[in-house]
């Protein structure tokens, strides 16, 4: 007999976008079970790029559910659902009975700076020696069609060209899905939260009891052996369930406060316009296809089809005791997953 439950909630959020802090806000809300771990990834099973031969049995999805106790919403969030292309969505729409999909967008020059230095931090890319190098081997990747190669961690430039799968997921989902920005999550995260929280047709007044502090900040680290060595044993941890948060959350501060250093570089002026230039199209169309669903004040970035310095003012509605928007805080410029 099969055990647990199917989620009825995904976050499917770009990677380093903020799912891991929306991984954690929605997980603290009564009426929310989250799965076992963050990023299940089950659907990364029908994505042709990335697996081949048969998914396994819906049976191993539910049992990442399996402590739900009957919340209205099971969840996961799994950031490489975002860009699986139809293949995912129409998996998704096929074993899942009308879930509620949230999607979560960022400017995708800073994502993919972001993304940049994640990957340095991991060690995955030390063959790279800076941001216009590994750039240009994304560039080229583009260019050969080679540029979705699971586990090559090369295909940041892909991710950012929102055009090519959101229409999609908004097609697919219409009403079901709400898209919400990465800039607006860190900026005010209370406002945001509450919105998704009425949406969901939750309580909304649990909100002062949450902690919504940002996760999984991406560190610039002082000892990249030291990094690796750090990832490798929260892997293991994190598959092993060793760790529990009262005891995970100390020594990742401990670490952070060791071995976190200042960013090796920055993206120069040149290269910042060049990146602009390359998502200007894909930023036009992404525009388009929210405006179509009805968004309003989408952000700088999208508003003008390509990436600005942050203008002054708010670009969407706050709660009173939120400070009106003045650019992205430095959880957003550092980058976040």
């Known amino acids: 007999m099969p055990t647990g439950r199917l989620p009825n909630l995904l976050v499917a959020g770009v990677p380093k976008a903020g799912t891991g802090s929306l991984f954690a806000y929605l ?18 099973f029908f994505n042709p790029r990335r697996h081949t031969g048969t998914p396994p049995a819906l049976d191993t999805y539910r049992r990442h559910f399996a402590h739900s106790v009957g919340e209205r919403y099971a969840f996961e969030a799994t950031p490489t659902y975002s860009y699986g292309g139809r293949p995912v969505i ?15 967008l960022r400017d995708p020059v800073e994502r993919l700076w972001s993304a940049y230095t994640f ?15 590994y750039l240009a081997a994304c560039e080229r990747r583009e260019r050969d069609g080679s540029d979705l190669v699971p586990r090559d961690h090369l295909h940041g430039l892909y991710i950012g060209f929102y055009a090519n799968y959101v229409p999609l997921w908004l097609d697919a989902f219409g009403p079901d899905i709400k898209v919400i920005f990465a800039e ?12 998704v929280f009425r949406w969901l047709g939750i309580d909304d007044t649990v909100l002062p009891e949450l ?12 000892s990249m052996r030291a990094a690796r060595i750090a990832y490798s044993i929260k892997r293991s941890g994190d598959r092993m369930r060793l760790l529990p948060p009262a005891v995970r959350d ?13 960013p090796p570089e920055k993206m120069t002026a040149d290269v910042r316009r060049h990146v602009v230039a390359l998502y200007a199209e894909s930023n036009e169309q992404t525009a388009r296809a929210l405006t179509a669903q009805g968004y309003r004040n989408l952000p700088a970035w999208l508003a ?16 009173a005791d939120e400070p009106a928007y003045q650019g992205d ?8 997953a």
């Open 119 to 133: 990957q340095r931090e991991l060690g995955n890319i030390t063959m790279l020696r800076s941001f216009e190098e």
């Open 184 to 195: 607006d999550l860190f900026r005010h995260p209370t406002a945001v939260m509450g919105d």
């Open 27 to 44: 997980a603290q809300h009564p009426d929310i079970c989250p799965a076992d771990e963050k990023e299940v990834g089950y659907f990364n």
């Open 329 to 336: 805080p430095p959880e957003l410029r550092e980058g976040i």
């Open 90 to 104: 129409d998996a998704i729409r096929e074993n899942l009975d009308t879930p509620k999909i949230i999607l979560s």
């Open 250 to 262: 100390p020594l990742r501060r401990v670490y952070a406060w060791g071995n976190t250093g200042r």
């Open 211 to 222: 902690d919504l502090a940002p996760r999984n900040k991406t560190q610039h680290p002082r």
């Open 304 to 319: 003008t089809g390509a990436s600005q310095q942050p203008a002054e003012g708010p670009r969407r509605p706050t709660s």
